[in-house]
């Protein structure tokens, strides 16, 4: 298992090649690339500055891996997100999960999005037309969080 909060870009193909090396467990990875859009609640967005708490940020991310791990039978998990000025189409984040069939693998990858997006101290300012604003967290994510606490 995996976390990395960084500031350079990353290689999916790389990344999850070496999370199934020379691995013949592995019969599923599930991956979830995230992206800075164009536009976000009706304004265009010319870039954003994503920050974090060190070490505080690493913690809740990898607690949230370990509940992944816990919840589903998985092999490897990689969990990278950057931090920094970013530009729209940049790489944000990548999740892969490995594991020896699809259904867990799917799972465990969007538990870990979900929960990321509602648990991890990250916060975002984004560069509009009209000023630079803070992104509010949004009702749709903790909804999409709170199908997994059942």
């Not at 976390?3 to 019969?27: H, M, S, W, Y």
Request: overall charge negative; aromatic content about 8%.
């Amino acid at each position: 298992m995996s976390v990395r909060v960084q500031t350079e870009d990353f290689d999916v193909g790389l990344e999850i090649q070496a999370l199934r090396r020379n691995n013949p467990k592995v019969g599923a990875v599930a991956a979830f690339v995230g992206l800075v859009r164009d536009v976000n609640e009706g304004e265009s967005i010319r870039d954003m500055v994503l920050e974090h708490y060190p070490g505080m940020t690493e913690k809740a991310l990898e607690d949230i891996v370990t509940q992944a791990k816990d919840r589903w039978d998985v092999i490897d998990i990689l969990v990278i997100h950057r931090v920094g000025p970013l530009k729209p189409t940049d790489q944000i984040v990548l999740v892969a999960v490995a594991s020896g069939h699809r259904g867990d693998a799917f799972a465990a990858c969007e538990f870990i999005m979900d929960y990321l997006k509602t648990r991890a101290p990250f916060w975002k300012k984004e560069q509009t037309p009209s000023g630079t604003r803070w992104v509010e967290a949004r009702e749709s994510d903790d909804l999409a969080a709170a199908r997994w606490q059942a």
